[in-house]
């Protein structure tokens, strides 16, 4: 080994894992003991809670955040000629999704400050489809970092041309937006259960959220094979795509401690934004929105010697994510805004995103700014 392993980890599961001190080894082994593994009790009572969390009627649990997203594309029929808006700053599943059912991604440009979709280029790109060949039909913002993107200003270009929306809000459960949480700002929501995300499980998980009864309906038909009113019943054309019992279980001892969890978060953000700006831009949020603060990214032209002196120093770091899209082999086929997309370009030169999770404690905040300032700051 050349390098030892960083002290300082971008999250810490480990932590979390000793807080909830045999809770959640307990929940397993309920579900190892009762044995309903598929769509057990577990994960009625978990989307229950969870749909409680978006403020919503309806969470169906599912297989990871990209089936979250492939489910509700599917629910509604969205394939050949259509055109589906997706940010090229993100992280592929957003993309990949669409053209797995046979529409076509449109890459749209996001804001330098927020890193979330800008609406300018959105109502760009929608003009510009039809006269390509391709039918508008919807668009999928993308809560980046944590931050709900700005859903006020894409929902009026939204109904203006009668588009769905779709929030991939794999990073940003428990965010807020206008007072409103992350899971009731769109038609529907995608969220994931990666173990590293806000609201993590111990493997794949995702779900959906919405307030559409009709919707959610058509979702769990989905993820279990298109079934009808029966087992055997085969309404549609589906997939298998569901939430795992034991997940479930993971995730209802997790969601006891999930609030306290952001409020800790925030608590770094908030130290990190005061004692980092200065040594690099940090993350703005717009007025009347809260992050999750599942990624501490800052932007810093001097972004090699920051890797590097965070290395040496055994401190965590990410670049998420080093190519927008539309430069990714895979995706370079697809159309882009026809102004181009300039910020994807430039942020994917310059992010760097720094360790942040509940369980940092002020000494280690104070390390990571140190760290930072003598690498590319003058004096703090
Ligand atoms: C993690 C992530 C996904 C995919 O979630 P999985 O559960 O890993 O499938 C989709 N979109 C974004 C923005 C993500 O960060």
């Known amino acids: ?42 994960v009625d009572r978990f989307e229950e809670q969870l749909a409680g969390v978006g403020g919503v009627a309806h969470a169906v649990g599912c297989s990871s955040g990209t089936d979250a997203l492939l489910l509700a594309l599917l629910a509604w029929g969205a394939g050949t000629g259509d055109a589906v808006f997706v940010p090229a700053f993100t992280f592929a599943a957003t993309a990949e999704v669409v053209a797995l059912v046979g529409a076509t991604p449109v890459f749209v440009d996001v804001r330098a400050d927020t890193f ?50 779709l929030a991939d809000a794999a990073q940003s459960l428990g965010a807020t937006f206008a007072g409103r949480p992350v899971g009731s700002l769109a038609t529907a929501t995608a969220t994931s259960f990666f173990p590293s995300k806000p609201l993590g499980c111990y493997g794949d998980g995702g779900a959906v959220l919405t307030g559409d009864a009709e919707l959610a309906e058509r979702l769990r038909s989905l993820r279990a094979h298109g ?43 908030d130290r990190y934004g005061e004692r980092l700006a200065g040594a690099v831009t940090v993350p703005s949020v717009r007025s009347g929105t809260t992050s999750a603060w599942a990624c501490y990214t800052v932007l810093t032209p001097h972004r090699d010697r920051l890797t590097g002196a965070l290395r040496r120093a055994r401190i965590a770091s990410a670049v998420y994510y080093p190519k927008p899209l539309h430069h990714q082999p895979a995706f370079r086929r697809f159309p882009t805004a ?19 999770h509940p369980y940092l404690d002020v000494p280690t905040q104070h390390r990571v700014v140190d760290a930072v300032w003598a690498a590319v700051g003058s004096a703090p």
């Not at 668009?139 to 006020?152: E, H, S, W």
């Not at 001892?253 to 608590?267: G, S, Y």
């Not at 942020?347 to 720094?354: D, I, P, Q």
Request: hydrophobic share 50%; no cysteine.
């Open 1 to 42: 080994m050349s390098e030892a392993a960083p002290e300082v980890p971008l999250v810490d599961l480990a932590a979390q894992r000793r807080r909830l001190e045999g809770r959640i080894e307990a929940a397993v082994a309920a579900v190892l003991t009762h044995g309903r593994f598929v769509l057990g009790p577990e």
């Open 227 to 269: 079934q009808g009113t029966s087992r055997f019943d085969h309404v549609r054309i589906g997939l298998n795509a569901r939430l795992d019992t034991v997940q479930a279980a993971v995730l209802l001892a997790k969601l006891e401690i999930f609030d306290d969890e952001r409020v800790r978060r925030q608590a770094v953000a």
């Open 116 to 165: 979330t979709l800008d609406p300018a280029s959105l109502s760009g790109a929608i003009e510009w489809a039809p006269g390509a060949g391709l039918r508008p039909v919807g668009i999928i913002p993308v809560d980046l970092f944590g931050q709900p993107a700005d859903y006020g200003e894409i929902d009026d270009v939204a109904a203006a041309a009668g588009l769905w929306v």
């Open 338 to 356: 026809p102004q181009g997309l300039p910020v994807s370009e430039r942020l994917a030169g310059e992010v760097l995103s720094l360790p942040v």
